[in-house]
C-alpha cells in the first residue's frame, strides 16, 4: 500500500505531507471577535456563514481605496495527500490536495459534530470506507514504522485545496502510496469526478 521511501525530488500522486495549511469554508457562522481599547469588554460580531466585512482593516497600510471583502474561513494545519496527476505536476503553479483524517478524528470532529451523525450510523459509515463503498473517500490503512506512525486514515476527495508546487518542494514527504495503490486512487478520483449522469445504465457493446 505505501513506499516509506519515496523520492524526495519528485512530487507524484499519493504523496503525503505533514503540516499543510488547509482551508474550509464552515457551514455555520464563524465567531468574529474584535479587540477593544484596554479597559473596555471586546465586540463578538459572527459573521454570516461565508463572508465578513471590515474594510478599516482591509484598507490600513495600503495606498489604494478599493473596498475588498475578506472571507471567514476555517484554517487547520494537517496532513494531506496530492490527488494531481504526477505527469500534471512539473507542468503546473498549483497542485491539488486532500486533507487526510484519521478515522477518530474524522468520526468525532466531522460526522458526529458537523454532521450530525448518531454514533452508530457514523461507524456504519467508517465500515462502508473500509470497504471502499464510498466513492469520494479513499481509504489508506494503518501503518507504523520506526519514526512513523500514520493511523487508519481516510482521504476526502470533497474538500480540495490547492498548494504552489514551490510550497511542497520544500516540505517533507511523511509516506507515498505504492504504485498499485496511486493507480486505485487515480481510478476512484476519475470515477468520483468524471463519470457521466446517465438516466440509463450505460451498456459498452463489444464491435464485431
Partial sequence: MYNISPPKD????????ENVPLFFIPP??????EEKAAGEAPIVKIANIYHYQKPEDLLRGRDSIEVE????????????LIISQTC?????DAVAICP????DEYEKNFLIKILKYETGQAANKLNAV?????????YLPAYKTDGLNLPESLVDLQYINTVPVNFLSIQSKLISLSDRARHTLAYQVSH?????ALDEPLIIKKGK
Avoid at 519528485?10 to 505531507?17: E, S
Avoid at 487526510?100 to 478515522?103: A, G, I
Fill in 28 to 33: 455555520y457562522p464563524l465567531r468574529i471577535i
Fill in 10 to 17: 519528485l512530487l507524484q500522486q499519493g504523496d503525503i505531507f
Fill in 88 to 92: 500534471d505536476i512539473k507542468d503546473r
Fill in 69 to 80: 471583502e475578506s472571507v471567514a474561513v476555517d484554517l487547520r494545519i494537517r496532513r494531506a
Fill in 192 to 196: 468520483f469526478f468524471g463519470r457521466p
Fill in 130 to 138: 473500509r470497504t471502499r463503498s464510498v466513492n469520494y473517500i479513499f
Fill in 100 to 103: 487526510v483524517f484519521s478515522f
